[in-house]
């Protein structure tokens, strides 16, 4: 059974800061990856979806990486903003069919002015 | 998302209940979800379908029973409402291969 972690729970930096978000995977046969941001009480909104394939995925000043063989994925943001603050979910699939996403339990960030 | 609507945002129900969620997409996508997003335990599958009539049980399945009669709607139903169904639950659709997923606003459901 698939399990995803993420490390760490929370975290908390001051503004302007580059920082990386942890994620890992217990079984490598994986099909994607995808990181999502959530905010208090709303949806889970999608950031960066990595193919198997893929070694990484960039969006504006996110940059995710995929270490398939090692299970391994890393959410990096640069010169973060406190607009930043969410939480962020890593979820993996599994196959390429029905078959759902597994979650990890997130990482709850907070970015000081 | 606008792809992906679900009713009703916010609902209280008292605990023996019949209650029913719906997700409604406009993406023609395969694949539906219900998930539900409690603290300490993240989200977790409750059921999915993977076409009209085709439904499968998830990790949490117990206690809720869906149906998906055309490919845009996919209902999920909490027979007798209690307690522990006191959730957050999201709605997720994706196509086939190397889609990603896209997740309803959620209901917020509590049983009292």
């Known amino acids: 059974k698939q399990e995803v972690t993420q490390i760490p729970a929370a975290l908390s930096v001051p503004e302007g800061e580059n920082l990386v978000l942890n994620c890992s995977f217990t079984?490598?046969?994986?099909?994607?990856l995808q990181w999502f941001r959530q905010d208090p009480g709303k949806g889970l909104t999608s950031l960066l979806l990595?193919?198997?394939?893929?070694r990484e995925q960039t969006s504006g000043r996110l940059n995710a990486s995929l270490d398939k063989s090692s299970g391994r994925s890393t959410l990096y943001i640069a010169a973060s903003q406190p607009g930043d603050s969410a939480t962020y979910l890593c979820a993996v699939r599994s196959g390429g069919g029905a078959d759902g996403l597994t979650f990890g339990k997130g990482t709850h960030l907070i970015i000081q002015p | 998302d606008a792809g992906i609507t679900q009713s009703p945002r916010h609902k209280v129900t008292e605990t023996g209940t019949p209650v029913t969620l719906r997700c409604h997409q406009t993406?023609?996508?395969?694949?539906m979800y219900w998930y539900r997003q409690d603290p300490g335990h993240g989200l977790r599958l409750i059921h999915y379908s993977y076409g009209v009539k085709d439904t499968d049980k998830g990790e949490v399945s117990d206690g809720y029973s869906v149906s998906r009669s055309k490919t845009e709607d996919f209902l999920l139903t909490l027979e007798s409402a209690t307690s522990s169904q006191t959730s957050v639950y999201f709605c997720?659709?994706?196509?086939?291969?190397?889609?990603?997923?896209?997740f309803g606003s959620g209901t917020r459901l509590t049983v009292v």
């Open positions: 990595i193919q198997s394939s893929q």
């Open positions: 993406e023609n996508h395969r694949y």
């Open positions: 079984d490598s046969a994986i099909y994607n």
């Open positions: 997720a659709i994706t196509g086939t291969g190397g889609d990603g997923y896209t």
